[in-house]
């Protein structure tokens, strides 16, 4: 029986608690920070709001933005 295609959904995932992860080793401090505090509490990093989620992470909210853009997010 063949392999089913994946959905076209499916083919655009993207593992980014794999790519937090590997982050870890390359990031700045407050890049560090963020991804810490992200992967720390996922559904809060998920859920709040830019500015709550900059506050808990002790970085700026651009930051997050940044990040978030170079996440693919």
């Known amino acids: 029986m063949p392999a089913r295609a994946p959905a ?3 083919s655009r995932r993207i593992d980014i608690i794999a790519r ?3 982050r870890l080793e390359v990031g700045h401090r407050a890049e560090l920070q963020l991804i810490e505090c992200i992967l720390g509490n996922l559904h809060f990093a998920t859920t709040a709001p830019i500015a709550e989620l900059a506050k808990r992470a002790q970085v700026s909210e651009p930051t997050v ?5 170079r996440m693919g997010c």
Not at 65 to 69: A, I, P
Request: glycine fraction near 0%; hydrophobic fraction near 25%; charge should be positive.
């Open 8 to 10: 076209p959904e499916e």
């Open 20 to 22: 937090l992860k590997s």
């Open 65 to 69: 933005v940044r990040f978030s853009r």
